[in-house]
């Protein structure tokens, strides 16, 4: 069968992927965003896409059910806390990981028909910041940045943006660029060093939230030194002498760097026209996250760098579609189609296109607030789609209680067991990437398809059909008796274009006559056009704004917590942990923690680190490394009560928010932090999925089935009974090996001699081979051998995997490099690692740079 041509999934580069129905993922060398490309987890969407975890049909209370019995419950409860509470006592929380088509749905059931703004989602907790910045400045929420501008760029500036993990293809696309044209410059701003800092030529590890003082900083230097565009500015912008006099009171203290750092900085960006500033979530998940937004666009609207070819700022979205759910108008302070909520006008075009009975008049709970509000019992009914909010969002633990406290809670999702689906009374089944059709739009404003290669398993359905069918049952049936996204999506565009005569950046025109089922990805409004190329803007009077802004002030304590994401990891791991080859990378939920620091606490490596503040505790493996400042933690924010027991990052963060965008400050917690005094270790590899049973307990897939990693105060009377309930395998074959004099304890748990489960628990961090152990799991090795740890063909073990693509590990690696691999281009060559998606390709560098600095000292 020939290839389906659709989209990744994951992040909002967007990538083109061809996709055959056996599994086969290859990318798209026609997709404008990834001309073939693909990151590490974009190659393993085949290992994702099998049916192991997947919801297959509707459920009540924990009981299958059938389609109608479900959507009849849904439609009814809704109604009936509408007709009782009202229409903003029930809320949507959605997600950038719906399909437009979803999207527009949704938004159009709450807001035009239940009559409520109650829709808010995971967009607020990244680009809500982004948004308002946006707006503030422009007068719309328009990214005008390409892909094309970063390779035209002379200067890269990356701010709060780990790019090599988050948007690996543009990062590729950058350091291919880079190698072709090697005067180009990057800059990389952020606490850590991280693998983005790898590619740059200077990394400013700048203080948590001092990127306001920063970018202040810029602009007041290029006061200085007759840098700004006077004739641009007087034509095209508003503000200029009220944010210039606040960013030349800024005291650049408050950016945590020192003067040569930032008179370097301060030169490169002033001398250099052609500068895009790329930022994420560094800069939006912040209190000052829309100050910042505003201070990096001050600085290009005073210099006229925007509207032209390689220059400009450019917000790279996270999530698949969360440009799309912009365009749809899918935040509880929009209303559709880049329209605003509080203008009369727009309110009235709306409500006359979908002939709606009702329209919402003002702003809806945005997200922090909604599950407030859910707290004091002011929303009734809620419905979570495509998003994991018990786990996601700031102060977790009470977002799962004010969760478990709305009387009526209903989750779309794949996967049965979540966090967020442990607290819902309906799980209802969706059709997931590759069984669904619809369209995505990425960071760059590109508009491409998702297309079906799979059958939808079970009772599986897309969202779009879901959401229309609870409408029906509202009794709205004839603006929801939609037979497929195709007509979803005519319909987005002849809104769209029933809104011509006001004035927007939208504009989806070019999309009126496409042929849904042949689409090719395009770029709103045109291909190739450039906004603001005029020197128009969208207030009023045309121009651009510049917004004073002051830096804030951060409470000071022992230790700030950063939390951000892992390479090969996608947020709370529904589909990037089953895969194999991914779930080696970074096997367990850590904490990076500075060497300094780690001394003074009395942390070693393997230590296991108490974070705590008054939200929560959580248990963390120390990772000890001076790619941070000192004083600062950083912890993925990946785990979940499905892997772990106390690895949850959320239980610690605040929900404080910035007071413009609504979107959380995900990235500076305050905390204290001490050894976990564990008197046990455990590690355990096993075929069927564990409990994460102890207090520390991180589980992960490996190649033979599972692995967990285990540590508590307490330890158990009877390990091989433990072994049996932590496995399920309770009638099986046990053999258990004890070392009174270490303190050691080995369990072999074995179904008609093949080995299915072995534990090893010791006083102090286990030390084995883990692969070689792993490997034992399904083999028929006698538990004697199996318990000694030796593996049937005696192999060393790889180490940590580092390539995902052809799972090589960092100890091959090493030896390789002491083999005489010392550049990227030669480890390739023998091993293979870093030859496909090149996702590694910074840590094989750093890798070579670690060895050859330890083998010169030697
Ligand atoms: N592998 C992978 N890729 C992803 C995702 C994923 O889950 N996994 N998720 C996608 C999504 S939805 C998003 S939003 C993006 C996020 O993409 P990024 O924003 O690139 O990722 P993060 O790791 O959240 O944060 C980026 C960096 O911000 C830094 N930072 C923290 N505080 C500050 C500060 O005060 N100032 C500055 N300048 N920097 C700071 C952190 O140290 C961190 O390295 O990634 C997308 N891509
Ligand atoms: N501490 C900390 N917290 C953070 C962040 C951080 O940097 N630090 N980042 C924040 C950001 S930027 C984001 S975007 C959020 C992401 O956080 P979430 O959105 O909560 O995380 P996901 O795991 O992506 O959740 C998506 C859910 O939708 C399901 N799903 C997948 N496809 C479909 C589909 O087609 N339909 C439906 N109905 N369901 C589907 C998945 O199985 C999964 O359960 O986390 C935020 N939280
Ligand atoms: S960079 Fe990776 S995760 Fe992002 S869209 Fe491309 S393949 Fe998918
Ligand atoms: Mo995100």
């Known amino acids: 069968m020939s290839a389906i041509r659709t989209t990744c999934p994951y992040c909002g580069v967007g990538c083109g992927v061809l996709a055959d129905a056996d599994g086969t993922i290859k990318g798209d060398p026609d997709h404008p965003a990834n001309f073939g490309r693909l990151c590490s987890k974009g190659a393993a969407l085949g290992e994702t896409i099998d049916l192991e975890g997947r919801l297959l049909r509707p459920m009540v209370h924990g009981e299958a059910t059938d389609w109608d019995t479900a959507l009849d419950l849904v439609a009814e409860k809704f109604s009936a806390a509408i007709a009782e509470h009202g229409p903003d006592s029930v809320a949507f929380y959605a997600s950038g990981q719906l399909l437009t088509e979803d999207y527009y749905v949704a938004n159009k059931l709450m807001k035009g028909f239940i009559g409520s703004a109650n829709i808010d989602t995971n967009s607020r907790l990244c680009m809500a910041s982004s948004v308002a910045g946006h707006k503030r400045a422009f007068g719309t929420d328009t990214v005008p940045g390409t892909y094309e501008d970063l390779e035209q760029a002379d200067l890269i500036v990356l701010v709060g943006s780990n790019l090599a993990w988050c948007h690996p293809v543009l990062h590729q696309r950058i350091a291919a660029a880079k190698e072709a044209r090697p005067s180009m410059r990057i800059v990389n701003i952020d606490p850590r060093r991280t693998a983005t800092s790898d590619l740059a030529d200077l990394h400013l590890s700048i203080a948590p939230d001092g990127d306001v003082a920063l970018f202040n900083g810029v602009l007041a230097h290029l006061a200085k030194t007759g840098r700004i565009d006077a004739a641009y500015?007087?034509?095209?912008?508003?503000?200029?002498?009220?944010?210039?006099?606040?960013?030349?009171?800024?005291?650049?203290?408050?950016?945590?760097?020192?003067?040569?750092?930032?008179?370097?900085?301060?030169?490169?960006?002033?001398?250099?026209?052609?500068?895009?500033?790329?930022?994420?979530?560094?800069?939006?998940?912040?209190?000052?996250?829309?100050?910042?937004?505003?201070?990096?666009?001050?600085?290009?609207?005073?210099?006229?760098?925007?509207?032209?070819?390689?220059?400009?700022?450019?917000?790279?979205?996270?999530?698949?579609?969360?440009?799309?759910?912009?365009?749809?108008?899918?935040?509880?302070?929009?209303?559709?189609?880049?329209?605003?909520?509080?203008?009369?006008?727009?309110?009235?075009?709306?409500?006359?296109?979908?002939?709606?009975?009702?329209?919402?008049?003002?702003?809806?709970?945005?997200?922090?607030?909604?599950?407030?509000?859910?707290?004091?019992?002011?929303?009734?009914?809620?419905?979570?789609?495509?998003?994991?909010?018990?786990?996601?969002?700031?102060?977790?633990?009470?977002?799962?209680?004010?969760?478990?406290?709305?009387?009526?809670?209903?989750?779309?999702?794949?996967?049965?067991?979540?966090?967020?689906?442990?607290?819902?009374?309906?799980?209802?089944?969706?059709?997931?990437?590759?069984?669904?059709?619809?369209?995505?739009?990425?960071?760059?404003?590109?508009?491409?398809?998702?297309?079906?290669?799979?059958?939808?398993?079970?009772?599986?359905?897309?969202?779009?059909?879901?959401?229309?069918?609870?409408?029906?049952?509202?009794?709205?049936?004839?603006?929801?008796?939609?037979?497929?996204?195709?007509?979803?999506?005519?319909?987005?565009?002849?809104?769209?274009?029933?809104?011509?005569?006001?004035?927007?950046?939208?504009?989806?025109?070019?999309?009126?006559?496409?042929?849904?089922?042949?689409?090719?990805?395009?770029?709103?409004?045109?291909?190739?056009?450039?906004?603001?190329?005029?020197?128009?803007?969208?207030?009023?009077?045309?121009?651009?704004?510049?917004?004073?802004?002051?830096?804030?002030?951060?409470?000071?304590?022992?230790?700030?917590?950063?939390?951000?994401?892992?390479?090969?990891?996608?947020?709370?791991?529904?589909?990037?942990?089953?895969?194999?080859?991914?779930?080696?990378?970074?096997?367990?939920?850590?904490?990076?923690?500075?060497?300094?620091?780690?001394?003074?606490?009395?942390?070693?490596?393997?230590a296991i680190i108490e974070v705590e503040n008054a939200h929560g505790t959580a248990l963390l493996r120390a990772l000890i490394t001076d790619r941070g400042p000192q004083g600062q933690l950083f912890a993925p924010m990946h785990w979940t009560r499905q892997r772990t027991r106390n690895g949850t990052v959320n239980t610690l963060t605040a929900p404080v928010v910035d007071p413009v965008s609504g979107q959380p400050a995900l990235k500076s917690g305050a905390v204290t932090a001490q050894v976990y005094r564990a008197k046990w270790y455990g590690f355990l590899a096993c075929r069927s999925e564990p409990a994460p049973s102890a207090p520390y307990a991180a589980v992960a897939r490996t190649a033979t089935g599972w692995q967990m990693e285990l540590a508590g105060r307490k330890p158990s009377a009877d390990w091989a009974a433990e072994a049996q309930n932590i496995t399920g395998l309770q009638h099986a074959d046990v053999s258990i090996q004890t070392d009174p004099s270490r303190g050691t304890t080995r369990v072999a748990i074995a179904v008609d001699g093949v080995i299915e489960a072995l534990l090893f628990v010791a006083p102090r961090p286990v030390v084995v081979a883990r692969n070689a152990i792993i490997s034992l799991i399904g083999t028929e090795t006698s538990s004697l051998e199996a318990l000694a740890g030796r593996s049937a063909a005696n192999q060393p073990d790889a180490g940590a995997t580092v390539c995902a693509c052809f799972n090589v590990g960092r100890n091959t690696l090493l030896s390789a490099i002491e083999g005489g691999a010392t550049s990227v281009a030669a480890l390739g060559e023998m091993t293979c690692a870093g030859t496909n998606c090149g996702s590694c390709k910074p840590e094989l560098k750093a890798l070579i740079s670690e060895a050859s600095i330890r083998m010169a000292a030697e």
């Open 233 to 606: 500015t007087s034509a095209h912008v508003n503000g200029l002498a009220a944010a210039l006099k606040t960013a030349q009171a800024t005291n650049l203290d408050d950016t945590g760097l020192k003067a040569h750092d930032l008179a370097a900085f301060f030169e490169l960006w002033a001398s250099t026209e052609k500068v895009v500033t790329v930022y994420s979530q560094g800069v939006n998940q912040s209190q000052s996250g829309t100050d910042k937004v505003n201070a990096i666009l001050n600085c290009h609207l005073a210099t006229g760098r925007i509207g032209k070819a390689g220059m400009g700022p450019f917000s790279v979205t996270g999530q698949p579609n969360a440009m799309g759910g912009r365009e749809v108008g899918g935040l509880a302070n929009m209303l559709a189609n880049h329209l605003d909520i509080e203008n009369a006008g727009h309110r009235a075009a709306v409500q006359g296109f979908w002939a709606s009975p009702a329209i919402c008049t003002k702003q809806g709970f945005k997200a922090v607030d909604l599950f407030q509000a859910c707290a004091e019992g002011k929303i009734k009914a809620l419905w979570v789609m495509s998003t994991n909010p018990a786990v996601s969002l700031p102060d977790a633990g009470s977002v799962a209680e004010a969760i478990a406290r709305v009387p009526f809670v209903v989750t779309s999702d794949m996967i049965e067991k979540t966090d967020t689906n442990a607290l819902a009374d309906v799980l209802l089944p969706v059709a997931g990437w590759g069984e669904k059709n619809g369209t995505v739009t990425n960071s760059e404003r590109r508009i491409s398809r998702q297309r079906a290669f799979l059958e939808a398993p079970g009772e599986a359905r897309p969202d779009w059909q879901i959401v229309s069918d609870v409408a029906k049952r509202m009794g709205f049936g004839d603006a929801f008796d939609y037979q497929s996204p195709a007509e979803i999506f005519a319909e987005y565009v002849a809104l769209d274009g029933a809104l011509s005569p006001t004035v927007r950046d939208l504009d989806l025109s070019i999309f009126a006559d496409v042929d849904y089922a042949e689409m090719i990805p395009i770029q709103w409004p045109r291909n190739g056009h450039r906004f603001f190329a005029d020197g128009r803007f969208y207030h009023a009077d045309g121009k651009a704004r510049m917004i004073a802004v002051s830096a804030p002030k951060l409470p000071r304590s022992r230790f700030a917590l950063n939390t951000g994401r892992n390479r090969d990891q996608w947020h709370t791991m529904t589909r990037t942990g089953k895969s194999r080859r991914l779930g080696a990378h970074l096997a367990e939920p850590y904490v990076e923690i500075h060497p300094v620091d780690a001394a003074e606490l009395g942390a070693e490596h393997g």
